[in-house]
């Protein structure tokens, strides 16, 4: 499969632009999916430079396989599988002191929505999995099968922004005690009916949204690789993030003004801000044209930030 039809990457060039790479650098793509981005970083660099590129998907993995350029050959390429949180231990692992930039696309691949077999879309009944990392972890069935129902609120309310969340969790757990959850459909045949029809689809995106963030940690797991970026960057060197909803937006900004997840502003004696990062520019949006052509783009943003 070629990178192309795996996933279109979002923000291409802003985004590797942002990193302003030193040709004889180290750098990290966090989210490798398509390789899109990995192969770009590495068209522009020289051949003492390196990239490291993490993804706990094996779908991943086996794209840096294929297509016109095979970065599983390439000496300034490593691919690591794993959760991008447990970047500072990979970074010791491999002796790396010092990166000279980080980009991360915290957006789910198109292949993922588009692969029938993970569940990860409501487009087709397929069995309600939505792992990244396949080898382990519970699935969205388990969550909808043995959550409490609080919880399962609290998921959809935190994570999906779902106003009507308390009633779509009490529906499920009803549903369970005569009918398992197993597959996308079992979930629709629940829900559906509670959402509105001019906001079903948009709802329903929201619902899964929820699920896949719980199966994956995924704000834990942001949080986790933000702190190990602000270690890991040498003086000067960028972090270009692009995000698609709110809750991680909120976390990445926090990081970038103020050097922690939570946003908390911490001042010297005389009351200048004591920050690890600076922002670099504005936030940047995909254009009309990009937006027509990766439909994924549309609610995308990039912020970049330079360690000082």
Not at 25 to 32: A, H, K, M, R, S
Not at 43 to 70: C, K, M, V
Not at 242 to 266: A, C, F, P, W
């Amino acid at each position: 499969m070629k990178s192309e039809e795996y996933h279109i990457p979002v923000l291409l060039r802003q985004s590797v632009d942002g990193l302003d790479i030193k040709p004889g650098g180290i750098y990290v793509d966090v989210t490798f999916g398509g390789g899109g981005h990995s192969r770009e970083i590495l068209s522009r660099l020289s051949p003492d430079a390196h990239l490291y590129s993490f993804d706990q998907d094996a779908d991943a993995e086996a794209n840096a396989s294929t297509g016109e350029l095979i970065l599983c050959e390439d000496k300034r390429f490593t691919f690591v599988r794993s959760n991008f949180r447990y970047l500072k231990n990979w970074m010791r692992y491999y002796g790396v002191e010092h990166i000279d930039g980080l980009l991360a696309d915290l957006g789910v691949s198109s292949h993922h929505f588009d692969d029938e077999t993970r569940g990860f879309s409501f487009r087709f009944d397929a069995p309600i999995d939505m792992r990244m990392n396949k080898r382990a972890g519970v699935t969205a069935a388990d969550i909808l099968n043995e959550y409490d129902e609080e919880d399962i609120a609290n998921i959809l309310y935190l994570y999906g922004e779902l106003k009507t969340s308390r009633r779509i969790a009490s529906a499920i757990v009803r549903q369970r005690t005569t009918k398992k959850f197993v597959t996308t459909g079992d979930l629709m045949e629940v829900v559906e009916p509670m959402m509105p029809r001019e906001r079903a689809k948009k709802d329903m995106a929201k619902l899964f949204q929820a699920l896949r963030i719980e199966v994956n940690h995924e704000m834990d797991a942001l949080r986790d690789m933000l702190r190990s970026a602000v270690e890991c960057l040498g003086e000067g060197g960028r972090l270009s993030v692009i995000t698609y909803h709110s809750l991680e937006d909120r976390i990445v900004k926090n990081v970038m003004k103020s050097g922690n997840v939570e946003g908390k502003i911490d001042k010297d004696f005389y009351g200048r801000v004591n920050t690890p990062l600076k922002m670099v520019g504005k936030v940047i949006l995909p254009d009309n044209e990009e937006q027509m052509n990766n439909p994924r783009s549309r609610s995308a943003k990039l912020r970049i930030a330079e360690k000082l």
